[in-house]
T-cell receptor
Framework: GQQVMQIPQYQHVQEGEDFTTYCNSS?????IQWYKQRPGGHPVFLIQ?????EVKKQKRLTFQFGEAKKNSSLHITATQTTDVGTYFC?????????????FGKGTLLTVNP | DAEITQSPRHKITETGRQVTLACHQT?????MFWYRQDLGHGLRLIHY???????NKGEVSDGYSVSRSNTEDLPLTLESAASSQTSVYFC???????????FGEGSRLTVL
């Protein structure tokens, strides 16, 4: 079945440093979504990428979707303590009619002030 | 404001008991989902529904069931709770089947 691998599992940075998490799928994706979950909270939608090679920015966050639509990345420039949380990618399989949005295991980001 | 609510937020039960977790959304979304979240496993899909009377199994559906009698609610039932079902359960809904998910605040279930 479809697998979505996300690395790294954990990342600790000093405030002001950059952060990147990577997501790789075993199958070609229709779209990829990114979510953030604060400690003790619930996942909150950040963005959805649909097109091959797509790049989207939200303030200090940059999201990329690979040309082959099998990988994606989230880059945070100059991290702040408010960025703390777990970042999940979720890939929607393009094959078949059954719903197959598969989440990666997430990257836990901690930021030292 | 539209929202999605889960209840109870915390529950402790014993092995073998039947447990039902409620999920109610006021967005009028057709698509609703149940996930469980465990350390080291991320979010795994249990069941999902595209509309009233429609239910589908996800990747970890064994031991769980859902029913969809109206648009707003998708209750999750554990027929005979097992310790392996100790987890945090999230309900979610979406306007389109491929669109963003709106998650509830979660229900933490402990099975002793």
């Amino acid at each position: 079945g479809q697998q979505v691998m996300q690395i790294p599992q954990y990342q600790h940075v000093q405030e002001g440093e950059d952060f990147t998490t990577y997501c790789n799928s075993s199958t070609t994706l229709s779209n990829i979504q990114w979510y953030k979950q604060r400690p003790g909270g619930h996942p909150v939608f950040l963005i959805q990428l649909v097109k091959s090679g797509e790049v989207k920015k939200q303030k200090r966050l940059t999201f990329q979707f690979g040309e082959a639509k099998k990988n994606s990345s989230l880059h945070i420039t100059a991290t702040q303590t408010t960025d703390v949380g777990t970042y999940f990618c979720a890939g929607l399989d393009s094959g078949g009619s059954n719903y197959k949005l598969t989440f990666g295991k997430g990257t836990l980001l901690t930021v030292n002030p | 404001d539209a929202e999605i609510t889960q209840s109870p937020r915390h529950k402790i039960t014993e092995t073998g008991r039947q447990v039902t977790l409620a999920c109610h959304q006021t967005w009028n979304h057709n698509n609703m989902f149940w996930y469980r979240q465990d350390l080291g496993h991320g979010l795994r899909l249990i069941h999902y529904s595209y509309g009233v009377q429609d239910t589908n199994k996800g990747e970890v559906s064994d031991g769980y069931s859902v029913s969809r009698s109206n648009t707003e609610d998708l209750p999750l039932t554990l027929e005979s709770a097992a310790s392996s079902q100790t987890s945090v359960y999230f309900c979610a809904s979406s306007e389109s089947w491929a669109g963003e998910l709106f998650f509830g605040e979660g229900s933490r279930l402990t099975v002793l």
